[in-house]
Nanobody, 125 residues
């Protein structure tokens, strides 16, 4: 079992920055692919970014490329999402997700086994 706890959400003006954190329980964090998803009211949960166990294995949805950076610290069992140049359309609940192993195709919510409770990000115009 893996438990995920997100933090770092909040209210920010357009153009601002936030850093989300997700702390995972468990001794095998380093073998898990970690991802961030987001869900706005009335919309489906959508993929934001993914990182495998090596720092080079990152992947982003097109709408956040160049603005968001996903990273991980395996010694701290933590994955981060640095969000810069935030836009009102980034407003959503952000969720951390995990799955053991790695695949370049893991971008759907159904492909992840463990989820955090979510943290709200609100970007005002």
């Amino acid at each position: 079992q893996v438990q995920l706890v997100e933090s770092g959400g909040g209210l920010v003006q357009a153009g601002g920055s936030l850093r989300l954190s997700c702390v995972a329980s468990g001794r095998t964090f380093s073998t898990y692919t970690m991802a961030w998803f987001r869900q706005a009211p009335g919309k489906e949960r959508e993929f934001v970014a993914r990182i495998g166990w090596s720092v080079g294995s990152t992947y982003y949805t097109d709408s956040v490329k160049g603005r968001f950076t996903i990273s991980r610290d395996n010694a701290k069992n933590t994955v981060y999402l640095q969000m810069n140049s935030l836009k009102p359309e980034d407003t959503a609940a952000y969720y951390c997700a995990a799955r053991n192993g790695y695949s370049r195709t893991w971008t759907g919510p159904d492909e992840y086994d463990y989820w955090g409770q979510g943290t709200q990000v609100t970007v005002s115009s």
